[in-house]
């Protein structure tokens, strides 16, 4: 039986976290410790589309993992608690989570996500305009800019591709610029 016919089957040609029968797709949990089948969930494109984008994020949607949370699977109680942790701002989600039990190993692997890290003290990095820069991000230098201890100049208008964030700064971070790795401050750049 193939990877796919196994999943369906096992998810019951539904989505294993909201129930919808249209748009299925397999998605494989990040940070899984196993492979294949045990790695995946059966998704509607509705739940995949609202996992990573807060923004696009629902909450009424979310409300079935009142009855999913409850899964045997593994992967389906992984993603089931990330996305309660990460709507926990609603209210009801953290009742849920009181109640929720998962295995002490499939917990960890919930947890490997970063979804229960307290991020209230985080330090939040944004550019001259206020958007959020997040690691990976590409950004555009708005003013020429000396760097110190060289007599090279980044001139404004020239794109830094896949920045680092200074996790001890905010107004900090890391990118090339012709080939050389230099220390960037937010207030001189725009996110592309």
């Known amino acids: 039986m193939s990877f796919e016919r196994e999943l369906l ?11 919808q029968t ?3 797709s397999s ?14 969930i059966l998704a509607c494109n509705t739940c995949i589309s609202q996992f990573d984008d807060a923004d696009a ?10 009855d999913s949370m409850w899964s045997t699977e ?14 926990k701002a609603e209210g009801w989600p953290q009742d849920l989570l009181d109640m929720m039990y998962m295995e002490e190993e499939v917990k960890e692997w919930a947890k490997a996500a970063g979804d229960a890290k307290d991020k209230s003290n985080a330090i939040v ?37 896949r920045i680092s964030l200074d996790h001890e700064n905010e107004k900090y ?7 050389q790795h230099i220390v960037i401050i937010t207030d001189y750049v725009k996110k592309i």
């Open 74 to 87: 593994p992967a389906v109680q992984v993603m089931a608690w990330r996305m309660l942790q990460r709507l």
């Open 9 to 19: 089957k096992r998810a019951n040609n539904q989505c294993e976290l909201c129930g």
């Open 125 to 161: 990095h944004r550019d001259s305009h206020g958007a959020i820069l997040e690691a990976g991000d590409n950004v555009v230098l708005i003013k020429d800019l000396k760097v110190k201890g060289t007599s090279m100049v980044a001139k404004q208008g020239t794109a830094v591709r």
């Open 27 to 40: 998605y494989e949990v990040p940070s899984s410790p196993k492979l294949g089948l045990e790695a995946h």
């Open 173 to 179: 971070i890391e990118g090339k610029v012709d080939g």
């Open 57 to 66: 994020r629902d909450a009424n949607h979310w409300r079935c993992l009142n």
């Open 22 to 24: 249209e748009n299925l």
